[in-house]
């Protein structure tokens, strides 16, 4: 499992999460993540909102509902094995 480091823009803190999966949808990129490697751990749905000419990519948690829910069920599609409660 990929582990990335990310700051928190509102406490400042860096934040080690590990990807689960990744996908793309309407030319934007996701990505699910949690808080640790174990069982019941909680999740969350980054997307990049980095623009073409940057060469890194930029993440930020996705906060709309409707879009929070379209892309948790392609991610549920793409992990079968894995439970993930809303």
Known sequence: MEK??????????ALELFVLEQTKLNGVTYI????????????????????????DSIFEFVEDDVELDA???????????????K
């Open 32 to 55: 699910l993540v949690t808080d640790s490697e174990y069982e019941d751990a909680d999740c969350m749905i980054l997307k990049d909102v980095a623009g073409a000419e940057e060469k």
């Open 4 to 13: 990335i480091k990310m700051m928190s823009e509102e406490t400042g803190e």
């Open 71 to 85: 892309v948790l069920k392609v991610f549920e599609e793409l992990l079968e094995d894995i439970d993930i409660e």
